[in-house]
């Protein structure tokens, strides 16, 4: 059986939160093998690729408003738990299947991908990467990454750390595959506007990036808002946005305690100082001064050369991530932005981190196409899924990570897992959303509560 019958390349793509699904279904357009020159001839709307989104059920499913956000276009989206997947990817076709997930649902997925698909002569290319900037748990996340056909670098540096962490435990390296990050774009940076904002011009726009889990203390979090309020009204000819990734209640890739909603609501911040949602490409249209603690929307501004200051008041160290931007050039604190001092950011470091602002994005996804074209053109098919992790080599390590996406140890589904073959009907669907709503109550009520109590 072929792996597609459109003539549009068929992708799919299975995310578990909002940011990786935008992730996923960016990467999937970028990297989708060119349509067939009949495809290619219809309107240019119909001849990208045709994608099938997965919402993989848990604490960080996006809601509705949060891919409204996102923007992104899919043919289908549904949301599924790990065995449901796995059971559409047994009966569906597909020239490509982009896995957007933590480290573990990526392992587990290839192992339940080699099984359901064992007997098959011919399956799709497995496609696994990183949302941003990868500065934690590098080997752990490569490892559970590892077994995937292509595993995508965002930068250069991340390709050659990607490979070398391969490559010193025996494993094969050779899906290593140097792309960029997938949301980059916007019309480059135009210069600061008129303070005064006469004449219908707006006024010099400052925007913090916030983070949901970086820095993770309430002491932390309340410094840095505390200054950027303090900024506010040092100039009161600027517009101070704080741009927040989720309402309360809401997560995403990372659980969030201390919401800045809550924390500002102590404050009285002045008129020109507000709280934004949104598309981050949006919000950089109108920023003029980018600030983050080491949040990804620091690449994403430096894409576009607009002045990105990264945060040092709270120490550079890998617990925050802002060690990622040593060399960059733009390191620097609240107390230097305040006198007036603007990085620089160092040609060389960005050229690194595939920002491409030197105009080479566009064929930054060049060699990710060429090999997916090549493999899904391999005589024979493709040889099964082997990841580096089996019940062999980590024997203490992989049941427990299977069996969270109730799988066993040889990938296939446990006994009592959720049934694939109907929709959650209406008291299902009501037990689904209190469980959830009980679960993020004890993540931003509960367990805080609990963890200061330890500490007395």
Known sequence: ?????????????????????????????????????????????????????????????????????????????????????????????????????????????????????????????????YVGVVYEKLADGLLLRHGADLVLANSRQDADRFRAVYEGVGADASAVTEVALPFLGGAPYDGEHDPTAQQGRRPYTVVFAAQPSVPDSRKDRTYLLNRLV????????????????????????????LPYQKLVQRLDPPANFRLVYG????????????????STAALESLHRRIPTVVLTDLGIRESLGNHHFVGSGCLASW????????????????????????????????????????????????????????????????????????LGPDGTPLPGAPAADKDPGPVRQIVRRAARGAYRHGVQRVAPVIRRMGEL
């Open 230 to 257: 303090q900024h506010a009204r040092r100039h009161p000819e600027r517009e101070v946005l704080l741009k927040l990734r989720s309402r309360p209640g809401e997560h995403t890739t990372h659980i969030e305690e």
């Open 279 to 294: 598309n981050m490409g949006e919000v950089l249209d109108r920023t003029d001064l980018l600030v983050t603690v080491s």
């Open 1 to 129: 059986m072929p792996v597609s019958t459109p003539k549009r390349p068929r992708i799919a793509v299975l995310a578990d939160s909002d940011t990786r699904w935008k992730w996923g279904a960016l990467t999937a357009d970028r990297i989708a093998p060119e349509p067939s020159m009949e495809a290619a001839s219809r309107d240019a709307a119909q001849a990208g690729p045709l994608l099938d989104g997965f919402l993989l059920r848990g604490r960080a499913t996006p809601t509705p408003r949060q891919l409204r956000e996102v923007g992104v276009r899919a043919d289908s989206l549904r949301e599924v738990t790990a065995v449901e997947f796995l059971r559409a990817m047994a009966e569906g076709s597909y020239d490509v299947v982009v896995l957007s997930l933590v480290g573990g649902g990526v392992q587990a997925m290839l192992h339940g991908l080699a099984r359901v698909w064992e007997h098959r002569t011919r399956r799709p290319v497995v496609v696994t990467g």
């Open 335 to 406: 107390e230097q932005l305040d006198a007036g001092h603007r990085p620089v950011p160092d040609e060389e470091w960005v050229s690194r981190q595939g920002v491409a602002a030197d105009g080479s994005y566009d064929s930054a996804f060049d060699a990710a196409r060429k090999r997916i074209a090549g493999l899904l053109d391999r005589p024979g098919g493709l040889p099964p899924l082997t990841p580096y992790y089996t019940p062999v080599t980590a024997p203490g390590y992989l049941p427990g990570i299977l069996a969270r996406h109730h």
